[in-house]
């Protein structure tokens, strides 16, 4: 398996513009785990999917944000509209099983919003 | 609610000196644990990992880990380090969520 793929690597958008980000997990993994990562906050957990189902969005920061998983082979982390404080990496992360088993992280993306 | 702490931002040690990363977390029953590596531009990769047993975990790279619950902590050790160590270390608990510390910044200095 390739690992984790998150497309695109780097992303530049100007405020106001939608973007989507987009996520492949590992094959047969049923969770899947959206995170940011600024200097500022760390990084952060935003929402979480079991077999395509959200679990978890209390860290989705308001309601700009939304994602979607729409199979177990791929999830949209979607940004409308977008702000020059939303610039960050983003990190998606699948895993088989969400407490016990290593959770494999793809290299992210990168956005800046100008 | 689950949390972590990793108290110091930045650590600098010298090559072939000993390492210890803090971490503290809460939680109110027995947390799964992990430690992440982060090299720049990359995602994250896990280093070790404690469920249960054992309180002393061996993970790649020559880390350590031991998980102390009277102190709520899951320090990570090396007993010498390298320059290939330099990069930002990751606490994280799995109570319900896998959630991370903010991390430690680790530089070696030759």
């Given at each position: 398996d390739a690992g984790v793929i998150q497309s695109p690597r780097h992303e530049v958008t100007e405020m106001g513009q939608e973007v989507t980000l987009r996520c492949k997990p590992i094959s047969g993994h049923d969770y899947l785990f959206w995170y940011r990562q600024t200097m500022m906050r760390g990084l952060e957990l935003l929402i979480y999917f079991n077999n395509n189902v959200p679990i978890d969005d209390s860290g989705?920061?308001?309601?700009?944000?939304?994602?979607?998983?729409?199979?177990?082979?791929?999830?949209?982390?979607?940004?409308?509209?977008?702000?020059?404080?939303?610039?960050?990496?983003y990190f998606c992360a699948s895993t088989h099983n969400s407490r016990n088993t290593e959770a494999f992280f793809g290299q992210g993306t990168r956005l800046t919003v100008v | 609610?689950?949390?972590?702490?990793?108290?110091?931002?930045?650590?600098?040690?010298?090559?072939?000196?000993?390492?210890?990363?803090?971490c503290n977390y809460s939680y109110g029953a027995t947390p799964y644990l992990f430690w992440y590596v982060q090299s720049p531009?990359?995602?994250?990769?896990?280093?070790?990992?404690?469920?249960?047993?054992?309180?002393?975990?061996?993970?790649?790279?020559?880390?350590?880990?031991?998980?102390?619950?009277?102190?709520?902590?899951?320090?990570?050790?090396?007993?010498?380090?390298?320059?290939?160590?330099?990069?930002?270390?990751?606490?994280?608990?799995?109570?319900?969520?896998?959630?991370?510390?903010?991390g430690t910044i680790l530089r070696v200095k030759s």
């Open positions: 989705m920061p308001e309601d700009r944000f939304s994602a979607k998983m729409p199979n177990a082979s791929f999830s949209t982390l979607k940004i409308q509209p977008s702000e020059p404080r939303d610039s960050a990496v | 609610a689950q949390s972590v702490t990793q108290p110091d931002i930045h650590i600098t040690v010298s090559e072939g000196a000993s390492l210890e990363l803090r531009g990359q995602g994250l990769q896990l280093l070790l990992k404690y469920f249960s047993g054992d309180t002393l975990v061996q993970g790649i790279k020559g880390f350590e880990a031991e998980f102390k619950r009277s102190q709520s902590s899951f320090n990570l050790r090396k007993p010498s380090v390298h320059w290939s160590d330099a990069a930002e270390y990751f606490c994280a608990v799995d109570g319900n969520k896998l959630v991370f510390g903010a």
